[in-house]
Structures are given as structure tokens and as C-alpha cells.
Nanobody, 112 residues
Framework: QVQLVESGGGLVQPGGSLRLSCVAS????????MSWFRQVPGGERGLVAQ????????RLADSVDGRFIISRDNAKNTVFLQMNSLKPEDTAKYYC?????WGQGTQVTVSS
């Protein structure tokens, strides 16, 4: 079965960086585009970044463009989200996604 397991979240000060990872299993990872979403309590889950199956194409939400980078390692079935210049408004639970499949999420808190 499809499994997506995120890690790398935590507490960071404004201006800091974090790198999220999502390890996938149960499908041929290199055949699928992958996405990162985020959600705050009481809010909707919103798209943060997408990457094509080969990794040659990426798309970022306007709110994170220039600060976040999405990448993948198909040999390791892993997709990454490098988050730089973090702001308090980036605080959310971050989810890895492939179509209808979701990971359990990893919490990112940006606070001084």
C-alpha cells in the first residue's frame, strides 16, 4: 500500500531554515509527481510546492517562492522541502502528497 512518511519538522526562529523529508513506499516513486501542502488549525490545506516525476519541473506557491525549494531523489524514494528565511506565518502542519494519498504530517513552528 502507498505510504508517505514525513520528517524534519520542529521549532525554528524567524529567519531560520528547516528541511523536510518525505519517504515514499508502495508505488513506483519515479513515475509520479509529488507535492507538499500545509494546514493551520481551522484552515484549509493549501498547496506549497509541486515537483514533476523526473524532478525537472517545480512549482511553488507565491507565498514561499524564493524562500522554499522542492527537490527529490528518485533513487531514495524521497521528496524534500528546503525552507529558508522562515516566517511566523509559515507555521503549519506540512503534508506530503501524491494524488489522493497523504502522509501523517510534520509540524513546523516558527517563533522567537
Amino acid at each position: 500500500q502507498v505510504q508517505l512518511v514525513e520528517s524534519g519538522g520542529g521549532l525554528v526562529q524567524p529567519g531560520g531554515s528547516l528541511r523536510l523529508s518525505c519517504v515514499a513506499s508502495g508505488f513506483t516513486f519515479s513515475n509520479f509527481a509529488m507535492s507538499w501542502f500545509r494546514q493551520v488549525p481551522g484552515g484549509e490545506r493549501g498547496l506549497v510546492a509541486q515537483i514533476t516525476s523526473s524532478g525537472s519541473g517545480t512549482r511553488l506557491a507565491d507565498s514561499v517562492d524564493g524562500r522554499f525549494i522542492i527537490s527529490r531523489d528518485n533513487a531514495k524514494n524521497t521528496v524534500f522541502l528546503q525552507m529558508n528565511s522562515l516566517k511566523p506565518e509559515d507555521t503549519a502542519k506540512y503534508y506530503c502528497n501524491r494524488n489522493v494519498f497523504w502522509g501523517q504530517g510534520t509540524q513546523v513552528t516558527v517563533s522567537s
